[in-house]
């Protein structure tokens, strides 16, 4: 009896052992398989700060291969640009952490695939000591162009490759230098609005009057216009409960269509646009044009922050349609319309990294051009970019020509309750083999046409070559 009683003893504590054995396996393999990428990217995962120890980080490198960001003999980092390529490359510290693409890309710099993290202590068997280069998309001359153009001035310059959404320059001012940034992080990182802000994402401003070749779309789209229709510019637009539109500096445009009344950036007749297009159509086109999405990949942009449709009265639709009222946009997000209408209404997808190549020239990541949203139908594009064209010719953007170029804009000047005025500038200019789309900001700058347009100008000259 006895004997009966311990092997049944014997034989229960087997079970409870097979039982606690088999929930160990499945646990496991829940975090092998179901939450492996999460834990991966964990920052708080020590596998890679081990891993930063042992490995000779990778380069990253502009789009012709020259080095933004190098590792040192000593190991240390260093970024030959300095702050002219502060915001993609970002800054990588046993301290402070990373940022751009040295966080973003960190695995990849580091040699680690999604499949090297999920084998663990394993992985150190297939591990190199030199880890991957990461090639981007920026082009050197465009980005030092844009920085030298904001000349240490609060902005951002976005430029992008319509036809493929390759971000060629990204720029945010005040910069920072990432080659000593350990030692000024407690100055740098008091500062909200400071040089480690990356304007061209996460900078939120009212677009002003470049939102209006978006609502020229919108009126011409849901037939609440035509381009033959005049408006008469007196310089003001009653909007109802004794408030108005003015125009800038007390402008009078007099009768003009749509075409001459944002080659002139009349306030008075997209004012009215607006409240014809009412809450319901303004919403649509602001989700047509992905104001309501964000991108993913490699590009982290705030969203957008768009009115209250649905409560706004004529007042506020009529800002809306200028630029004004609460609508809060990214430089991205405007580059990102520019190239809509410079695209024939087909937006591609932003990219910054081209390539990831490992020490012995293997290409393990290859981006390929991803479509990310239609816009417009490509007629309303061509007319919408023909608009854009007499912006430059014959408008407010002229300082933006570039002799033997095809160039598009539309300036903005847009209020600001803080400041004075912000200057933008959007638009494209085909070049001898590819077409370019930009949004160019510059904080408290005033007049877009005098300010930003010139800056468009130095950019498009440093990609002609």
Known sequence: MADWKLKRQILQGAVCLLLIVAVLVVYVGYLTVWKGDELAHNPLNMRQAAARADIRRGSILDAQGRALAQTRSDGSRSYPFGAVMAQVTGYNGENIGGAGLEGHANRALLGLTDDMTRLGPLAQLFQTEQGNDVKTTIESDAQQAAFDGLDGRKGAV???DVDTGAVLAMVSSPSYDPNNIEANWDNLSKVADGPLLNRTVQGMYPPGSTIKP???????????????????????LDVGGGHSIRESHGEVHGQVNLRKALTESCNVTFGTLGMRLKDDKLKSTFKRFGFDQSIGGDIVMTSSHLPAFGTLG??????TAIGQSTLLVTPMHMALLAAAFAHEGTIMKPYLVQQVVTPSGLIVQDTRPEKWLTATTAAMATKIDSFMEDVVTKGTGRAAQVSGVRVTGKTGTAENAHGEDHAWFIGSAQLRNRKIAFAIIVENGGGGGTVAAPIARKIILSLQN
């Open 158 to 160: 976005v430029v992008l």
């Open 214 to 236: 978006m609502i020229a779309d919108a009126a011409l789209t849901e037939s609440v216009t035509t381009e033959q229709e005049e408006f008469s510019c007196s310089g003001e």
């Open 314 to 319: 004529n007042g506020d639709q009529a800002q």
